[in-house]
């Protein structure tokens, strides 16, 4: 009996320990995994979908020690893609076509131009036929010259607008990793009334994947999950701010331009800005993403005499490892892939920071200012180096601002000066682009200017020419011969020189330029030539740009 | 026998324990969620003094007004929404008025003749504040939307010897913010008339940290800027604003006045219509005035200290019964001013 006491007394006390205690499986207070976006370097304007938390120790049994676990890493809530620093030019052609209507332009003496774009050269003729007929779809919109639906528009009269100017254009055309954007705008004039004339000006946009022919929704150019409202709606905030768009200011008359018109523009919130739309309109540079408010924005506010989408353009950068553009190009689906070559992007992102100031703060007027600009992005280390060559051109121009104060009646001469430093990223490689420029100190002397820049790549490591071709190749003979090309060229032009300049020494340090499609060098010393026809002296700098569809593209190392 | 009643009870508990243990866990109660903002206790606050304005006559009751349109009985399934007065697209008469209420005429344009949004939009043209006085002044428009007149303004009607009257429609507010991590939720008017003049310039004087106070202010001559040198300083001047070099359009460099950054150390201000719903605006924080924090409620009584008003302004020689005087008869009815609250204003104050 009490054997069967004791068995039944430790079965109650289990019992109820199981219905006072928790799991032992399952602790207290688990959160939800959190969501966190990968963090660019340097990068702003992205915040944690939630922040970090970190799990409460597990309970096992009452009484006993917590264990403590380590915090479980954070997945991410969307797939990091290659960071879209360059990529590959499509295989499409891109046929241009024009058409001035001449009748018009004779009946009403004034313009009616219209320019626009078709493509060939894919192997899928329903894609390429469902573009063009999108873009003739444009064409004939366009064509139907109406003021398009901005506020107040209903108490314009169209007949104000027959017979003024029309044009319709193509503008931009991002044609890269099997990507097609373009943009177009038709713009109407008024008919008749003072300069400058009354116009209303409309979008198209359309952005396609070639692989598929599916028309992009902005959301499609981003990783599922990503956070790119937020970062899109940032620049924005940042676009009304610097507009000045909540405010309106007093005018002494109804004319938009008056003391400090800088500060009244025609973009203004009528509402609180509350984000982009799912289906906001956009496109893509080479630039960046443009993203365009217009009509359908009924926060915003379009006024003046040229009413007109606006777009605030943000660079790639700042979407970092977001972006699905990063793709590369499938040659299969073009009838020509030989045409194909690299295209780089501008590639730092982050807002643009400005530093500016005046070097001279004394009664004349002397106008010495500096300015640094450079992405948000741009690593620490390299700023560093950069300030300090800054720093360095300054020094030089000290002379010339002590010259400028001790010129003869300085208060009635003004002098200008400037030393500046812009930076940007282009592909896989940071580019600081110095420039200085000294007033002339006596009459009939110039300006003089000189340029250089610094070149690093993804390791921070310094740039020179050599690095840019092929291991052993004999790059200063190749640039010297380039250099002498260029030199004759300007023979050609009207100009003539006193001596045979030596080219390889002007190819042994030359300066490097980067763009989308090429790069540059061109020497860093300079060659007086004097230009016979109009009678003055110059100083010409040899140059040399290599394409990256030329076929000396294969000598470089860096594509 | 014992035995077996022990025995029985000690296997009732048993079970009764086990079923417990298998039934449902603790309920875990969710943390409350901090508070995005601790408002203070409201206190009813003092009336501020505003400046001098003759708002018009108000009609003793706020009925909405007949319209003439209108069946002599209303059907009985009338819906909700169908507002008692009704204007065609002929009949609506001419508005103008501020950038601010525009979407304020264009819901009213839509309520009352039955258009849609967009069409509203083709529809309702301002030609901003000042622009819009003079139109009204020159009887080029009927009614205008608009900020209270100028002297300048005022001075321009005396001239042309038209009496402009003046009703409040909207109630509008000048509010503070500071970063969402600044410790400091409120400030009296004396602290921020003091902070605006230079006399207080660090957060410890007013309870935050021991931190530089950096107060930001808006371009002259811009709306918010007279704002705060109407409703705020009282003639009090305002110390020198943070600037930062720009381009301007000429290409030259100016010093402009900066813009408000959200940095800890950092107070701006600007109308309570943007900050309450803005993008990018929930990292900043209101601050309360006088223990009243700005809200829907203590804006549209009064009881926060900085409110203004956006009004309706007519001339006076409008004839009664008019359709202009109809139409802001219906303004300020209920119908006319839960409209207002739906389109994101807050309503006029009692």
């Not at chain 1, 915090?71 to 499509?90: C, K, M, S, T, W």
Request: aromatic share 12%.
């Amino acid at each position: 009996m009490k054997k069967t006491i004791r068995l039944i007394s430790l079965a109650l006390v289990l019992a109820l320990l199981a219905a006072c205690g928790d799991s032992p499986a399952v602790p207290q207070n688990t959160p939800q995994q959190p969501q966190q976006t990968e963090q660019p370097p340097a990068q702003q304007g992205t915040e944690p979908a939630q922040a970090q938390q970190g799990t409460e120790p597990a309970q096992t049994q009452q009484g006993a020690e917590p264990v403590k676990t380590e915090p479980e890493p954070p997945a991410p809530a969307y797939e990091p893609q290659p960071v879209f620093r360059d990529g590959i030019l499509n295989g499409t052609v891109i046929d241009e076509h024009s058409e001035n209507d001449e009748a018009y332009a004779a009946q009403y003496d004034t313009y009616k131009n219209c320019f626009w774009v078709t493509i060939s050269g894919l192997k899928e003729e329903s894609v390429e036929n469902a573009i063009n007929g999108d873009i003739m779809g444009m064409y004939n919109k366009a064509n139907r010259w109406e003021i398009p639906p901005f506020r107040g528009t209903a108490q314009v009269d169209p007949k104000d607008y027959e017979g003024g100017s029309k044009y319709f254009n193509i503008n931009d055309c991002f044609n890269i990793n099997d990507y097609l954007s373009l943009q177009g705008s038709y713009t109407i004039y008024q008919r008749d009334g003072d300069y400058p004339y009354l116009s209303y000006c409309d979008f198209f946009t359309a952005t396609y994947d070639l692989r598929t022919g599916k028309k992009l929704a902005l959301r499609d150019l981003f990783a599922e999950g990503y956070p790119y409202e937020d970062i899109i709606n940032k620049r924005v905030m940042e676009y009304l701010d610097s507009e000045n768009a909540q405010e309106e200011f007093i005018q002494g008359d109804d004319e938009p331009y008056y003391e400090d018109s800088y500060k009244e523009t025609f973009v203004k919130l009528v509402a609180p800005f509350k984000g982009i739309r799912e289906d906001q309109r956009y496109y893509l540079t080479n630039y960046g993403l443009c993203v365009v408010l217009d009509y359908n924005d009924k926060a915003i506010d379009i006024s003046g005499f040229y009413i007109t989408p606006v777009t605030v353009q943000i660079s790639y950068g700042d979407f970092y490892d977001g972006l699905l553009l990063g793709r590369g190009s499938d040659p299969s689906i073009y009838t020509d892939a030989s045409k194909q070559c690299r295209y780089l992007m501008y590639s730092l992102g982050g807002e643009e920071v400005r530093e500016v100031k005046k070097l001279y703060e004394g009664p004349y007027n002397i106008d010495f200012e500096e300015q640094l600009t450079y992405p948000e992005q741009l690593p620490e280390e390299l700023l560093k180096q950069v300030r300090v060559k800054l720093a360095a051109n300054r020094q030089q121009l000290q002379p010339y601002i002590r010259a400028c104060e001790e010129a003869e009646d300085p208060e009635d001469k003004y002098f200008y000066g400037s030393n500046s430093c812009y930076v940007e990223g282009v592909g896989n490689y940071y580019i600081a682009n110095f420039y200085t420029d000294t007033p002339p100190l006596t009459d009939g002397a110039e300006y003089t200017n000189t340029y250089s820049n610094m070149i690093w790549d993804l390791d921070l490591e310094p740039v020179a020419a050599g690095d840019m071709f092929q291991s052993g190749f004999d790059w200063q003979s190749y640039l010297a011969e380039k250099f002498r090309t260029s030199f004759e060229e300007q023979l050609s032009y009207g100009y003539s020189c006193d001596h045979e300049p030596d080219f390889r020494a002007l190819a042994a340090d030359p300066r490097i330029s980067i763009s989308n499609d090429s790069i540059g060098f061109r020497s860093s010393g300079r060659v007086k030539m004097y230009n016979y026809q109009y009678g003055y002296d110059t100083d010409f700098e040899p140059y040399c740009y290599i394409y990256f569809h030329d076929d000396d593209a294969m000598l470089l190392n860096i594509l | 026998m014992k035995k077996k009643i022990l025995s029985v009870i000690l296997t009732l508990a048993l079970c009764a324990g086990l079923f417990a243990g298998c039934g449902a866990k603790q309920e875990q109660k969710p943390a409350e969620p901090a508070p995005a903002q601790t408002q203070p206790e409201q206190k009813p606050a003092e009336q501020p003094s505003q400046p001098e304005q003759k708002p018009a006559e108000q009609p003793a009751e706020q009925k909405p007004a007949e319209s003439e349109q209108r069946p002599a009985e209303q059907p009985q399934n009338q819906q909700a929404n169908e507002p008692k007065f009704r204007l065609t697209k002929e009949e609506y008469p001419r508005v103008d008025g501020s950038t601010v209420t525009i979407p304020l005429s264009e819901a009213f344009y839509s309520k009352l003749t039955g258009a849609s949004a967009d069409e509203a939009s083709l529809f309702i043209k301002h030609n901003k504040t000042h622009a819009a006085y003079v139109n009204l002044i020159n009887n080029d428009t009927d009614i205008i939307f608009v900020t209270s007149p100028s002297e300048e303004e005022q001075a321009l009607a005396k001239d042309a010897g038209v009496e402009l009257e003046v009703v409040p429609i909207v109630s509008e507010a000048f509010v503070f913010l500071v970063s969402a991590d600044n410790e400091v939720q409120g400030l009296t008017h004396d602290q921020i008339v003091g902070i605006y003049s230079g006399r207080i310039t660090n957060w410890k004087e007013v309870g935050g940290k021991d931190v530089p106070i950096r107060a930001f202010q808006r371009p002259v001559n811009s709306g918010s800027q007279t704002g705060m040198l109407d409703l705020v300083m009282d003639g009090t001047p305002m110390a020198e604003a943070p600037t930062e070099l720009i381009t301007a359009y000429m290409g030259e460099l100016i010093d402009a006045v900066a813009a408000y950054n959200n940095e800890p150390d950092a107070i701006g201000y600007s109308y309570y219509y943007y900050v309450n719903d803005m993008w990018g605006y929930n990292k900043t924080r209101l601050l309360a005035i006088d223990g009243v924090f700005p809200n829907n409620d203590t804006v549209a009584d009064g009881s926060y200290r900085y409110h203004t008003a956006y009004y309706a302004v007519i001339r006076k020689s409008e004839p009664e019964g008019s359709t202009v005087r109809k139409m802001l008869d219906w303004i300020l009815s209920e119908e006319g001013q839960t409209l207002v609250e739906d389109t994101g204003y807050v309503r006029a104050g009692k």
